[in-house]
């Protein structure tokens, strides 16, 4: 289990489900949502001011926010309010 805190909060809980709460470019969410986009267990999440990144337990690291200067690393500058895979890091280990 794991939880991080900021203008938006997430946990994880012994399942390895992801669930976000609190205002943030998700949306605003005043109970804790269960994130669906991410299929496998997540294992570790870390939220910024305008980007969030969550890695599951195959290593596939999942990013979601404002994107406004590609920081999501997506190959694009469009935001992301679900949980959206990195793929240029597919096969290399994340942690």
Same mark, same amino acid.
């Not at 470019?25 to 005043?30: A, K, L, N």
């Not at 299929?39 to 305008?50: E, F, K, M, P």
């Given at each position: 289990m794991k939880i991080d805190a900021g203008h938006q909060s997430a946990c994880i809980n012994q399942e390895g489900e992801l669930f976000l709460w609190g205002r943030g470019?998700? *949306?605003?969410?005043?109970f804790p949502q269960k994130i669906l986009t991410i299929?496998?267990?997540?294992?570790?999440?870390?939220? *910024?001011?305008?980007m969030s990144v969550a890695v599951d337990e195959k290593g596939i690291a999942w990013s979601w926010g404002s994107n406004t200067n590609g920081e999501l690393g997506v190959g694009d500058r469009e935001p992301r309010i679900h949980p959206f895979p990195i793929l240029s890091l597919k096969g290399k280990i994340v942690t």
């Open positions: 470019v998700f *949306g605003e969410y005043p299929s496998n267990r997540v294992q570790d999440v870390s939220l *910024g001011t305008t």
